[in-house]
């Protein structure tokens, strides 16, 4: 049984951290890409960055370069997205999905589309 499971979501104040955990299972984790998404209330779910763990490859979106780090832990099938000087407009709730490589991370290919497997999302709230 395929699991994606997201957590480390909360209620954090602007300008504050938090890191979002991605606990993968059922499937061989080094050739797998893993991505995060988020969708906002009243938005469409929208990419935010991307790690090949077979390479350590990454792709960030504009909005989450300098502020967002993706890293992985093969030891533990586990992806993480440290998330620092969060903004209210970084409020959404964060999904975490993996697709087959070659090149899911790329910026022509990561989407929706080239995911296999969605976890159930996790919410982060950036309020004062």
């Known amino acids: 049984q395929v699991q994606l499971v997201e957590s480390g979501g909360g209620l954090v104040q602007p300008g504050g951290s938090l890191r979002l955990s991605c606990a993968a299972s059922g499937f061989t984790f080094e050739d797998y890409a893993i991505g995060w998404f988020r969708q906002a209330p009243g938005k469409e779910r929208e990419r935010v960055t991307c790690i090949t763990p077979f390479d350590d490859s990454t792709f960030y979106e504009e909005s989450a370069k300098g502020r967002f780090t993706i890293t992985s832990d093969s030891s533990k099938n586990t992806v993480y997205l440290q998330m620092n000087r969060l903004r209210p407009e970084d409020t959404a709730i964060y999904y975490c999905?993996?697709?087959?490589?070659?090149?899911?991370?790329?910026?022509?290919?990561?989407?929706?589309?080239?995911?296999?497997?969605w976890g159930k999302g996790t919410l982060v709230t950036v309020s004062s």
């Open positions: 999905a993996a697709g087959m490589t070659p090149g899911v991370c790329a910026d022509s290919m990561f989407g929706d589309y080239a995911m296999n497997y």
